[in-house]
């Protein structure tokens, strides 16, 4: 493939003094743990966006699940059915530096917890504020979170019918994935994408982040001594225990199959008081969305492996076998258009630069909600360099979250496919650009040239939210930039909290009180 072409940065809009020197090429290394990513070849297929997941729970024994619509191949199967609105192929544009396409501008990002998605974030307010975009933003900072997303709470929404309403570009803020819902506010031909991380990553971060808020984690001395005997903390159900096991399977809306009693061998659902519910999108039915009957047989899906077709059946779920897993990645690959990886971030996002049909500036950021002693992208995937210790912690960590393990599996894979067709030898070159810009921009912007403890950062507009028991970093800027300049570092730096609020302010402007009239003639 033909290398990556420059194209105008962040740096080149500051000053000259921003300049900075290209890394070689094979100054990084893309290989790619063995475990995850060579594990057979991976054939994309267009799929419709019809289904989504419902409970389907009825008394004892009785499990949730999920159904699909029938994935189509395309060719003669979209003359036929002109009207229904299929997901765009994942194939990567030839020169993504030099578009020739139209940026993509109606978003839909799936902000998962501790996953680097707070910097996703970050890029998105910067990149929708720039360019004049419309965000669909809650009345405070979540949807309602851990409630699944509801269309009535993004602020401004009003049902179809309900008068003169201006489109949504954006739905990126944290929120308990909803299909249903979600197609209520955004339009289904939106880009959808997430991003995940590698659990047993995750649970250090969760379990320092949220101690005081999931019982699970408050009752334990340690992560350790918590993954040791996890069901000696863990109740189902129990306020925010979410947090404790499977939270990226949580994020994405999708049902779990009910927890084993040991003592009594039965089987009981999840109190679960919003479970996510099966959805099909009629064709022609625009963004509305309607639930299928829960007594309906679901329908089969179709797995097309080198041109063949192969029927599933529901009929074969076995709780703790892959068969549910499995339907469950089956319709996020139908949903989400890219799933980035945490550990391969940097890679991640020259790819959503691509497919987005964006410039790397784009996507050139600065880490938000970075804890003190995490590296962010540190990647976990291979046991290499971890102590004996460690190895233990990082395979309890997995083997309690086997769910999230399955899916990040499934979405490393799947990104590692995704990397094989963009080109390697592209890849990185666009990641060392995109690094040796990043640097720049830090050199340039701030004190230090990197993030800060949040105790010397005076500015509250640039002073991250405190939560837990770790440190969150932040960012001084440095003094004397230029007007331009400033502008430009303030959106750099600005942590997602202050960055909402910014962006309610501009799209709903407080009213301004008109002075009150006075019966006295005013002096000239």
């Known amino acids: 493939p033909p290398d990556l072409q420059p ?100 978003l839909v990002f799936l902000k998962t917890h501790k996953s680097g998605s707070s910097s996703v974030l970050s890029l998105l307010h910067r990149y929708g504020d720039q360019h004049g975009l419309r965000f669909a933003l809650p009345a405070r900072y979540q949807f309602g979170y851990p409630k699944l997303f509801q269309a009535s709470r993004v602020k401004g929404y009003r049902p179809q019918g309900g008068g003169t309403q201006l489109p949504f570009h954006i739905l990126c803020h944290h929120m308990r994935f909803n299909l249903k819902e979600v197609l209520q506010v955004m339009p289904s031909d939106s880009f ?133 897993i499995q339907w469950g990645l089956a319709w996020l690959d139908s949903v989400f258009d890219l799933v980035m990886v945490a550990e391969y971030f940097d890679e991640s996002l020259v790819l959503l630069a691509d497919a987005l049909c964006w410039g790397l500036d784009d996507v050139v950021g600065f880490m938000h909600n970075a804890q003190a002693g995490h590296k962010q ?58 690094r040796a810009r990043r640097e720049a921009l830090a050199k340039h912007c701030l004190v230090g040239g990197e993030a800060s403890d949040p105790k010397y950062i005076t500015d509250r507009r640039f002073r991250p939210f405190q939560f837990g028991s770790a440190k969150v970093l932040g960012y001084i800027l440095r003094s004397g930039l230029s007007p331009q300049d400033q502008e430009e570092c303030e959106r750099l730096a600005t942590p997602e909290l202050q960055y909402k609020d910014k962006l309610d302010v501009k799209q709903f402007p407080p009213t301004v009180s008109l002075p009150l009239k006075t019966s006295r003639p005013l002096s000239p």
């Open 192 to 324: 959808f994408f997430s991003i995940v991380r590698d659990p047993a990553a995750l649970a250090r971060s969760a379990f320092s982040y949220y101690k005081s808020t999931s019982s699970a984690f408050r009752k334990s001395p340690s992560l350790a001594a918590f993954l040791a005997n996890p069901r000696g903390f863990y109740r189902p159900g129990a306020r925010g225990d979410h947090y404790a096991r499977n939270l990226l399977w949580f994020d994405f809306g999708l049902p779990f199959p009910p927890e084993k009693r040991a003592k009594r061998g039965n089987i009981h659902p999840p109190r679960d008081p919003n479970p996510p519910q099966l959805q099909v999108l009629p064709s022609g039915a625009g963004p509305r969305a309607q639930t299928l009957n829960p007594n309906a047989l679901i329908h089969p899906v179709s797995t097309v492996t080198d041109h063949r077709s192969q029927i599933s059946s529901p009929a074969s779920f076995d709780l703790g076998s892959s068969s549910f």
């Open 377 to 434: 992208g540190l990647s976990t995937v291979s046991n290499s360099g971890l102590t004996a210790e460690d190895r233990q912690l990082t395979a309890r960590a997995r083997a309690w979250n086997n769910l999230d393990w399955a899916l990040y599996v499934h979405f490393n894979r799947s990104l590692w496919a995704r990397i094989e067709k963009y080109g390697q030898g592209r890849l990185q070159t666009a990641v060392a650009e995109l």
């Open 7 to 106: 194209v105008p940065s962040a740096a080149a809009r500051l000053s000259p003094a921003v300049s900075a020197p290209l890394p070689g090429p094979g100054s990084i290394s893309l290989s790619p743990h063995p475990s995850l990513c060579h594990m057979g070849p991976l054939s994309p297929a267009r799929t419709l966006r019809l289904w989504g997941p419902r409970s389907l729970g009825v008394a004892l024994g009785v499990f949730m699940t999920i159904g699909f619509a029938l994935q189509l191949l395309g060719g003669p199967f979209q003359r036929r059915l002109p009207g229904l609105q299929l997901r765009q192929p994942s194939a990567p544009s030839l020169r993504p530096a030099l578009p020739s396409c139209p940026p993509r501008q109606r």
